[in-house]
């Protein structure tokens, strides 16, 4: 289930930054992921949440789309705070493997910041985000989504 969701997502949200390409970065791929499972208590990933971000690693090397690979080259994750760490856990796995930086710099709530962040510095490049789930709305706005037509009801 969670796999057809990160695929619908992401192909339809890359289909609609083609339509709002003055709001997103101009000719980029933003793949948005909520974050793995929450532990019962801890800021860390839960034990299924930590085998979703090992099958992160192989996923995001070997996705595609139309079966053309679409690997990302730049990684963004909430950063972490008091209480929570996964967003950055979910993605180490696939960053190890891939030998990318994950960039914390922006906190769940700085969808705008993080937004404007990527029309400066991403244009042109495959993005993958992971984001707390309850802002993921906020970001697409910011990037300019329309969430209600990209995320199940």
């Known amino acids: 289930m969670h796999r057809r ?3 619908a997502v992401a192909f339809t949200f890359t289909l609609t930054l083609t339509a709002y390409s003055q709001d997103g970065p101009k000719d980029a791929v933003v793949l948005i992921i909520r974050h793995a499972e ?10 299924r949440g930590k085998q979703r971000a090992e099958g992160y690693k192989d ?14 080259d730049a990684i963004f ?6 209480h929570s760490h996964r967003p950055r ?9 891939a030998k990318l930086q994950i960039d914390t710099r922006f906190g769940s709530n ?9 029309r400066a510095t991403q ?4 993005i993958l985000i992971c984001w707390r789930h309850g802002n993921i709305p906020d970001l697409l ?3 300019g989504a329309i969430p209600e037509t990209l995320l199940p009801i």
């Open 5 to 7: 969701l990160v695929i």
């Open 38 to 47: 929450n532990p019962d208590t801890g800021r860390g990933l839960s034990p």
């Open 59 to 72: 996923y995001f090397q070997k996705f595609t789309v139309d079966s053309k690979p679409l690997v990302p």
């Open 77 to 82: 994750a909430a950063n972490d705070s008091k």
């Open 89 to 97: 856990l979910t993605l180490e796995p696939f960053a190890n493997a």
């Open 110 to 118: 700085q969808s705008a910041d993080l937004a404007t962040e990527l």
């Open 123 to 126: 244009q042109g490049k495959r």
């Open 141 to 143: 706005r910011a990037l």
